[in-house]
């Protein structure tokens, strides 16, 4: 299994950044994938998650509204496109994969959930 993060880059408050994760190594649609950022010294926050099927999606309230997390089945990618960035989004954002959709809409913020992580990318913004 392997996932690849990139887009993560340095934008001025208010700009947009779109991440992107490749996946392999897996039955895409048997999985949910879901983004998370982290802050040194803090823990990983769960941002976002996208069930299995790409119909059902999940968003922490700091970032409602402003991040948007789609997948194409056919590359094996997800997406999450940032919107309106803040300077308290500046983290590292990880990607990571999960199998077992048992009580997804009630443990998707669960890293621990998750069985495979990319290595991150760095989203950096400037006020």
């Known amino acids: 299994v392997q996932l690849v993060e990139s887009g993560g880059d340095l934008v001025q408050a208010g700009g947009s950044l779109r991440l992107s994760c490749a996946t392999s190594?897996?039955?895409?649609?048997?999985?949910?994938i879901g983004w998370f950022r982290q802050v040194p010294g803090k823990e990983r926050e769960a941002i976002s998650s996208i069930n299995n099927n790409g119909w059902i999606e999940y968003y922490s309230d700091s970032v409602k509204g402003r991040f948007t997390i789609s997948s194409d089945q056919a590359t094996k990618t997800v997406y999450l496109q940032m919107n309106r960035l803040k300077s308290e989004d500046t983290a590292v954002y990880y990607c990571?994969?999960?199998?077992?959709?048992?009580?997804?809409?009630?443990?998707?913020?669960?890293?621990?959930?998750?069985?495979?992580w990319g290595q991150g990318t760095q989203v950096t913004v400037s006020s």
């Open positions: 190594g897996f039955t895409f649609d048997d999985h949910a």
């Open positions: 990571a994969v999960r199998r077992n959709m048992w009580r997804f809409s009630s443990t998707w913020r669960r890293a621990e959930e998750y069985d495979y």
